[in-house]
T-cell receptor, first 112, second 112 residues
Framework: QKEVEQDPGPLSVPEGAIVSLNCTYS??????FMWYRQYSRKGPELLMY????GNKEDGRFTAQVDKSSKYISLFIRDSQPSDSATYLC????????????FGTGTLLAVQP | DTGVSQDPRHKITKRGQNVTFRCDPISEHNRLYWYRQTLGQGPEFLTY????????KSRLLSDRFSAERPKGSFSTLEIQRTEQGDSAMYLC??????????FGPGTRLTVL
């Protein structure tokens, strides 16, 4: 079982739709949770991060973490064609490690 | 541009050859990370440096792989006796003190 599970998609939505991307994780020691966006053949770009359960908002993006159910979500409001990319969720386990553990990524296509 | 830079962006080599990649982190970032990403997967952690000290290595980093950060600035990742299974995107990331890791554009390696 992977430490972070993510539906690979693809997910196709019309422009302006609300997008919901979801992940689950198995390691209850995760302390840091993040979402990256990755365009084709580019490096991942940090979108949002949080350390606690609850919601964190940044413009059209809301990250949500539920530590009790080990659930990580990203909501995108008023989706745009430029949001078409792969979205990677993940976290950092507790303890001395500094590595980030990623899901497989969800490919999102926003149709104009 | 003051982001993470990687060189080369693409490398094609024959099986059995050695290859070396370079990463220049964001200026003043003391932490540097190497990840590997294969098609349809999220990045997988390889190794981590704080300044010039290599503090963490994944078991993915076989004895054919070696990474250095001699002066605590740029880093190199060398793969000896390349195998077809080494074909992947090699990503470098850097951070200052916290968990936010900023990725470079990656080096795409193809082993024929």
């Amino acid at each position: 079982q992977k430490e972070v599970e993510q539906d690979p998609g693809p997910l196709s939505v019309p422009e302006g739709a609300i997008v919901s991307l979801n992940c689950t994780y198995s390691n209850s020691a995760f302390q840091y949770f993040m979402w990256y966006r990755q365009y084709s053949r580019k490096g991942p770009e940090l979108l949002m991060y949080t350390y606690s359960s609850g919601n964190k908002e940044d413009g059209r993006f809301t990250a949500q973490v539920d530590k009790s159910s080990k659930y990580i979500s990203l909501f995108i409001r008023d989706s745009q064609p430029s949001d078409s990319a792969t979205y990677l969720c993940g976290g950092r386990p507790g303890g001395a490690t500094n590595k980030l553990i990623f899901g497989t990524g969800t490919l999102l296509a926003v149709q104009p | 541009d003051t982001g993470v830079s990687q060189d080369p962006r693409h490398k094609i080599t024959k099986r059995g050859q050695n290859v070396t990649f370079r990463c220049d982190p964001i200026s003043e970032h003391n932490r540097l990370y190497w990840y590997r990403q294969t098609l349809g997967q999220g990045p997988e952690f390889l190794t981590y440096f704080q300044n010039e000290a290599q503090l963490e290595k994944s078991r993915l980093l076989s004895d054919r792989f070696s990474a250095e950060r001699p002066k605590g600035s740029f880093s190199t990742l060398e793969i000896q006796r390349t195998e077809q299974g080494d074909s992947a995107m090699y990503l470098c990331a850097s951070s200052l003190l916290g968990d936010e890791q900023f990725f470079g554009p990656g080096t795409r390696l193809t082993v024929l």
